[in-house]
């Protein structure tokens, strides 16, 4: 890894085809998995990987705070090449500044070495420079959950539905003995639960 005032330069060898790591970069599906630092979670992600397409990542932190990131996809060479000028907002959605992120993908050996180079390109705010002290490590951060998301990724199953039910009923249906045992298991299954202890652990 290489940095300067202007300039951070991160290489990772993936374990996992280039192709796949180039889809983890480009759809919305797989960017909410790993962007964001340890910790962090992804409250919004939208992905229009094109030239002029647009992306929009909104980070959670752990107390709840929002940061929020806008960015236009500026070239796309698939599966070799990413280029997207990316801004982290302020609370009234103007940049802080403004980052230029080149994705590079090599295939060695079924396996993908990424170089990330992000260049400053503007700071807009006196707090950029507060923000942009981070980036080595939120990038750093983020590429290694990248790795893990991609490693898993041939042999993980993501499904999402929407249930007309509000969060805190279906979460109890997860937690709680009696609602498992209505709904655990395939069509025609009756299901038995023995011992449920929930609590991390």
Known sequence: MTKTAQ????????QAPRTLVYQAWTRAEHLSRWWGPDGFITARCEADPRP??????????FDGTIYPMKGTYQE????????FLSAAL???????????????????NGQTLQTLTARVVSRQSPLADQ???????????????????????EQEILI????????????RTF?????????????????????MDVRPG
């Not at 796309?76 to 280029?83: D, G, H, M, S």
């Not at 302020?90 to 060695?108: A, H, I, R, S």
């Open 7 to 14: 300039e951070l330069v991160i290489q990772r060898t993936f």
């Open 90 to 108: 302020d609370p009234d959605g103007k940049p802080l500044f403004e980052v230029l992120n080149t994705v590079t993908l090599e295939e060695k």
């Open 160 to 171: 999402q539905r929407d249930f007309n039910a509000p969060r805190e009923r279906v979460f």
């Open 175 to 195: 937690i709680g003995p009696r609602h498992v045992s209505n709904w655990w298991g395939p069509r025609g299954f009756r299901t038995t639960t023995h011992e």
């Open 76 to 83: 796309l060479v698939e599966p070799e090449r990413i280029v």
């Open 131 to 153: 923000y942009l002290s981070g980036m080595e490590q939120g990038w750093s951060e983020s590429l290694v959950r990248l790795g893990c998301w991609v490693r898993a990724g």
């Open 52 to 61: 002029g397409g647009q992306i929009r990542i909104d980070m959670q932190a």
